[in-house]
């Protein structure tokens, strides 16, 4: 069955880094684009960035545009995000995404708090 699998959240100040990794099993990971989104506290979920199957294409929110870079390793089917001058409205779940033929698909979520 399909599985993803997020990593990589913390506590970090403002102005710092974090890489979240989101590690894919179940189905053919270099076929698919791979997505993250976030989920803030009261908030709705919202798109963060997005990597083609290859990794050559990539597009990001405006709100993260410049400080985050979505990646990705299809020989170990993982996508990353690494996130730099995060600011405090970057504090939400981040959650991994992959649409398939047969649904979307989400893992658990990685809690990233950015405070002081």
């Known amino acids: 069955q399909v599985q993803l699998v997020e990593s990589g959240g913390d506590l970090v100040q403002p102005g710092g880094s974090l890489r979240l990794s989101c590690a894919a099993s179940?189905?053919?990971?270099?076929?698919?684009?791979m997505r993250w989104y976030r989920q803030a506290p009261e908030k709705e979920r919202e798109f963060v960035a997005r990597?083609?199957?290859?990794?050559?294409?990539?597009k990001y929110a405006d709100s993260v545009k410049g400080r985050f870079t979505i990646s990705r390793d299809n020989a170990k089917k993982t996508v990353y995000l690494q996130m730099n001058s995060l600011k405090s409205d970057d504090t939400a779940v981040y959650y991994c995404?992959?649409?398939?033929?047969?649904?979307?698909?989400w893992g658990q979520g990685t809690q990233v708090t950015v405070s002081s």
């Open positions: 995404n992959a649409q398939l033929l047969s649904g979307s698909y």
């Open positions: 179940g189905f053919t990971f270099s076929a698919y684009a």
């Open positions: 990597i083609s199957n290859s990794g050559g294409i990539t």
